[in-house]
């Protein structure tokens, strides 16, 4: 009795610290650059790059698999922010990105369908059925998800206007 | 140098630069009060903090010194007519602003009577509460009138709160070009002697310190004189050096007491108010009048004739630099407009564009003033170290900003610059150096923007995931719930068909 129980308490004891051990040495890390890359990406899963979510993305981007200018609604910034933080360069003048922009509805052309409402990542526009719809500027992240589902045309991207709150003063130009 | 001058500046106290002060003729001018404009120009953010909000409706008739914007949020200040009339739009001009961007006002038509409200003046403010006197100044409008806009009611409320001990009052005006707290020195000593008095009662600190620059002779004569008989006044003539005016230089001078990195004076027991701040915050008490009015100069060489002029609030600066004579040949040797002082004014896209609470100053620049100048490498003087007054290292920041790399230089100290442009002036190679630390500045304050922004965005996205999940949840447990109904009345069918069938059989049976 007793030697059964004490021969099965060494080989459990053994074993969990080989497991330990073995944890500890062995471990297979997740990315971390990948977690950091998250943490730039806009964050609201839109799904434009053509991956699950802005994880996949990440990942995809830090495996090479992705180019760096795969997020639309990144734009520009978020491009020159991953190409700093993986050492690539890009050229930016390729990208055609004019500012952040963000969809505004055509009242006279909105038929009050809500199609746009329910695919919104972030629930920006506001409407019921019959009701002209709106954008909520704050929220939207210029993904254009909402673009393609409108009938009517409705749906245009506008640059984000730049306010005196917003601006600023230019960059002198270097000696 | 003297020997004075050589051991400061071994001890790497020779902060700051002593640009041509060019404040005289204009200083020694009578004060002159500009007649009311046909129309005023009233943009909703005068001040730092959130815009005013309009409280009028477009065709309204109001009075001179009627509330037409109040204000919102924590720090703001309201808005009053500077004059009787009508109010003709609310819409967007031009703002006094580099960008040439505009902002929403409120247009006002003038009726030309400059009809006053009822005006609910104090006969004795030292009776008042001190809190009683923060919301007074607070309804009043007041801001700072140095030049930043300050509301200075959340200044007043905010050192009592802290318990200040000093109060320093800013009579430096070491920008150049500009007299206007000079000339009201001048010419309303006791009436700012009689403010600052409210001020420390308001503030609850015992003493109060005047800091003057010893090149305003005549302003520091009529001060002494009128505040002799009133101790805790004290008049303090401070050397004349750029950038002797702002806060923290000011306040080490004064008080031998410096501000630390990222800190401000209430932290060491110290509040600071403009001159013309003491003014406005006496009227508003004494008389009950609001902030509608300010006495701004009218400077540069393009000016036919520069001096003091006392302006309604919206006044478009065209029209007071006709009031003031125009400009040299209809402005033809014009290089640059300056609202503000011409270190750390705002250049301006054109004459038409209001006067509002801060504008210190109005200045016409030909070329030889501006003196623009192509940029050349830098040759690592280090001028601009000797002459930034926060001591930090310009041209280091520099570099890094022009490599785009902002946060090592927020690393050495971007965040302690006060934008004085010292560095800018000394510069042998002329390279613009203030001008990229407030490029650095914004462009911080836009990333603090996106993060804040990028954060919000997952939270929607993430609340709109909990949501849909919620939502199918519910329907999941709708569908169960009606499955179950059904079931169970079927059951029950069921069960009452079976009893029905048994109570036939028996009925059946016992027959």
């Known amino acids: 009795m007793i030697a059964a129980i004490l021969s099965l308490t060494v080989l459990g004891a053994v074993l969990g610290i080989a497991l330990g051990v073995a944890n500890k040495f062995l471990k297979v890390e997740g990315n971390p650059i990948v977690d950091e890359l998250i943490a730039l990406m806009p964050g609201s899963n839109c799904g434009q790059c053509g991956f699950p979510g802005c994880s996949g993305a990440a990942e995809a981007i830090v495996a090479g698999t992705a180019p760096p200018t795969c997020c639309p609604p990144g734009g520009k910034a978020l491009v020159s922010a991953i190409a700093a933080k993986l050492g690539l360069s890009v050229d930016l003048s390729a990208l055609g990105d004019d500012g952040p922009k963000i969809a505004t509805v055509a009242e006279e052309l909105c038929i009050g369908c809500c199609r746009c409402a329910k695919v919104c990542p972030t629930d920006a526009i506001l409407g019921a059925a019959k009701q002209i719809h709106s954008v909520f500027r704050e929220a939207c992240t210029g993904c254009e998800a909402c673009i393609e589902k409108c009938p009517t045309e409705a749906l245009i991207m506008k640059p984000v206007p730049v306010t005196l709150q917003h601006w600023v003063m230019p960059k002198p130009r270097l000696a | ?511």
């Open chain 2, 1 to 511: 140098m003297g020997f004075m001058n050589l051991f400061k500046h071994f001890l790497g106290d020779d902060w700051g630069v002593h640009p041509d002060d060019r404040k005289r003729p204009a200083a020694d001018r009578p004060l002159r009060v500009m007649p009311v404009p046909e129309k005023l120009y009233l943009p909703l953010q005068q001040h730092l903090g959130g815009p005013a909000r309009p409280v009028v409706l477009v065709g309204q008739q109001v009075k001179k010194g009627e509330l037409i914007a109040e204000a919102q949020g924590m720090i703001s200040a309201p808005i009053h007519a500077p004059t009787s009339g009508t109010i003709v739009a609310v819409t967007d001009i031009t703002a006094p602003h580099p960008s040439g961007l505009t902002l929403p006002a409120i247009i006002l038509a003038a009726d030309g009577r400059d009809e006053w409200i009822d005006c609910q003046g104090c006969a004795d403010p030292f009776a008042l509460d001190p809190v009683d006197i923060g919301k007074r100044v607070a309804a009043a409008g007041v801001v700072g009138l140095g030049g930043a806009a300050f509301p200075s009611a959340v200044k007043l409320t905010g050192a009592a709160r802290s318990k200040v001990k000093t109060l320093v009052i800013n009579g430096g005006e070491c920008e150049p070009y500009l007299s206007c707290d000079d000339r009201q020195m001048r010419d309303r000593a006791a009436e700012i002697v009689d403010g600052i008095r409210i001020m420390l009662h308001a503030t609850g600190a015992a003493e109060a310190l005047v800091g003057i620059e010893d090149n305003k002779p005549e302003a520091i004569a009529a001060m002494q004189a009128a505040a002799a008989a009133v101790p805790e006044v004290q008049i303090r003539p401070v050397p004349a050096r750029y950038p002797m005016g702002s806060e923290k230089q000011l306040v080490q001078v004064l008080t031998g007491k410096e501000v630390a990195a990222e800190s401000r004076t209430f932290d060491i027991g110290i509040v600071v108010h403009n001159v013309g701040t003491a003014l406005a915050v006496r009227a508003a008490i004494r008389d009950g009048r609001p902030l509608i009015s300010r006495v701004l100069t009218i400077n540069g060489n393009c000016t036919n004739d520069p001096g003091n002029i006392e302006v309604l609030v919206g006044t478009l600066a065209e029209e007071v630099i006709a009031f003031a004579g125009g400009l040299k040949g209809d402005g033809i040797g014009l290089a640059r407009r300056v609202m503000g002082g011409p270190m750390m004014g705002m250049q301006i896209p054109h004459w038409r564009v209001p006067v509002v609470k801060g504008t210190s100053g109005i200045l016409a620049f030909d070329a030889q003033e501006v003196a623009a100048q192509e940029p050349d490498p830098c040759i690592r003087c280090g001028s601009c170290v000797k002459a930034c007054p926060m001591g930090l290292l310009p041209l280091e920041m520099s570099a890094r900003i022009g490599n785009a790399a902002y946060d090592e230089a927020v690393g050495i100290g971007l965040k302690d610059c006060i934008a004085c442009g010292c560095c800018a002036y000394v510069c042998p190679s002329k390279i613009p150096l203030v001008q990229y630390f407030v490029h650095a500045k914004g462009e911080l304050a836009a990333q603090d923007r996106n993060k804040l922004r990028n954060e919000a965005t997952k939270k929607l996205a993430q609340q709109r995931q909990e949501r849909l999940d919620r939502e199918a949840r519910e329907r999941a447990e709708a569908a169960a719930k009606r499955k179950a109904e059904r079931e169970a009345a079927a059951a029950a069918k069921a069960a009452a068909e079976a009893a029905a069938r048994q109570a036939a059989e028996t009925e059946g049976e016992s027959a």
